[in-house]
């Protein structure tokens, strides 16, 4: 029998990039009601990026971290609520504000190839008593043997779940697969699998992870997310059920959430458009989305070639000055050619 997947809802912190962090607190409280009376037990909320995100650079929140987690901890019964620390952008005072704002579970997320920058946090967290989750993003740049060294060092640091983070959306299924095999292979924590959709196959790329050894598994009401958005909470509840596996949702209380509250709060459908694909294709970060847009629209250059030859130089989260860099030089090699 295959083992139980916990399925982790984002809507509240990845989904808050499709509305410009603008989510309300009354918002995310009336979300994490309807997730929690699914049966959803891990729900994620506050900024996009993480906590301590609100900023000029980032995009500044409708309210505060700490007062998204209460809003969200005084609606729940039975679920934890988890938040997002970015070493470099989140600060272990910020951790402890909405820790002791009621959230019991972070996750910590770096670079593939930067697992050590995560040990403080991770220490940090487990020593104040919270489950730590933590992401290695942009899993597709890393083989699978490579990454799984890099998950070897979070699982020492005390990670309890150690999550392949297809940030790009770039990986199809057997990619994904072959990394959550190697980390299973690896590491002594539970395996967790984060998916984009920007080349269509998020939950074909969960289904993939929970066949190697996922057991939790994220995903977000209506696909809302950054670019091309998640795996569809809701569709990856009823895939997962349909291949055998036991989620401890109900599927027909997240269709009522996903159709009656969260639809309503989104500002257009989530779709995979151009710039949603091309990031995918090219192997950028979905939060590349738009700052991509913005940029190829004010130097007049194609988003397509913009993204294409950031996905060339290997850009990737952190380099966001780089977007406009290259667009500016496209334009004035555009200008003077023949």
Sequence with gaps: MSAPITIVDTSLRDGMS?????FTTDQVAEVARGLDRAGVRVIEVAHGI??????????????????????????????????????????????????????????????CTEADCAEQPIRHARAAGMRVMSFLMMSHKLEPAALAEQAAKLDSYGAQVIYVVD??????????????????????????????????????????AAENGATYIDGSLRGLGASAGNAQTEVLAAALERAGYVTDVDLFALCDVAERTMAPLMTEPQIVDETALMLGYAGLYSTFFHPAKRAAAKYGVPVRELLLELGRRDVIGGQEDMIVEVASELSGRARHEP
């Design 18 to 22: 499709s509305v410009s962090h603008r």
């Design 50 to 111: 993480g906590i301590g995100a609100s900023s000029i650079q980032y995009g500044f929140a409708a309210a505060t971290d700490v007062e998204y987690v209460r809003a969200a901890v005084d609606a729940v019964r039975s679920a934890d609520i988890a938040v997002l620390y970015v070493p470099g952008i989140s600060t272990l005072t910020a951790l402890d504000a909405v820790r002791e704002a009621g959230a019991s579970t972070v996750r910590v997320a770096t670079h």
């Design 167 to 208: 940030s790009a959306g770039a990986l199809v299924p057997g990619g994904a697969a072959a990394r959550v095999r190697a980390l299973r292979d690896a590491v002594g924590a539970d395996i967790g699998f984060h998916a984009h959709n920007n080349l269509g196959v998020g939950v074909g790329n969960a289904l993939a």
